[in-house]
C-alpha cells in the first residue's frame, strides 16, 4: 500500500477511534486517546489489515485522538467558567456566544471531515462486502463502530443545543433590545443546524452497511 492510500485509510480508522471518547471530562483525555488506540487496531484487524499495519495504525490514533475528541467539550467548558458570575453582562454575553460561534465554526469543519472520510471507507466496505470479502464477524465490528462515531458526533452536538438554548432563556428575559446580541444568535442557530445535518449525514453512511 502505497503512502497516501494509507494515510487516508488512516483518517476514516481515525474518525471511528473516536467513538472510544464518550466521556467529555478533561481529565479523561489520556483514557480517550488510547482507548481510540485500542479501537483502531481491533477496527483495522477486522477489516484483514496486517499485524505491522494496524500497530502503527493504532499508535497515530492514540497520539491524535484526545485533542480531537475534547476540543469542543473543552472550549465550551473553559467559555462558560469564563462567563460564571457575569452572566447579567450583556456585553459579556455578546462576547460567550461569539466565543460559542466560533468553537461550533470549527466542530462543523471537523465533522464535515470525518464524513468525507467515512464516506471513502464505507465506499471500500461497501465493496469488500459486494465482493464477499467481509466476514459477518467483521461486518458487525464496522457497523458497531459506525454506531459509536454517529453517538459521539451527536453528543457534541447536544453540547452546543444546550448551550444555545441557555442563550436563547438569557435573551427572552432580557428586557432591552440587542441586535448584536440577535445576531450573535441567529447565526448560532444555523451553525448548529448545519451540524446536525453532518451528523445526518454520518447517519446515512451508517445505514448503507445494514
Known sequence: MSADPLKSWLVALSCFSLAACATQSQTASLQCGVGGA?????????????????????????AGGAAICYSYASNLERRRKE??????????????????????????????????????????????????????EQLAKARQARDSDVKQAELQVAKGREALTEVKTYRAQLKQPSADLDVAIAKQQQLYDDAEH?????????????
Open 198 to 210: 453532518q451528523v445526518q449525514l454520518l447517519a446515512a453512511q451508517r445505514a448503507r452497511v445494514g
Open 38 to 62: 485500542v479501537v483502531g487496531y481491533a477496527l483495522c484487524k477486522a477489516l484483514g489489515r496486517p499485524d505491522g499495519e494496524c500497530a502503527r495504525a493504532a499508535a497515530v490514533i492514540g
Open 83 to 136: 462567563l460564571a458570575g457575569h452572566e447579567n453582562d450583556l456585553n459579556r454575553r455578546i462576547q460567550y456566544v461569539h466565543g460559542l460561534n466560533q468553537d461550533t465554526e470549527q466542530l462543523n469543519k471537523d465533522l464535515s471531515s470525518r464524513v468525507a472520510a467515512v464516506t471513502q471507507d464505507t465506499d471500500t466496505l461497501v465493496a469488500q462486502i459486494q465482493q464477499r470479502r467481509v466476514t459477518q
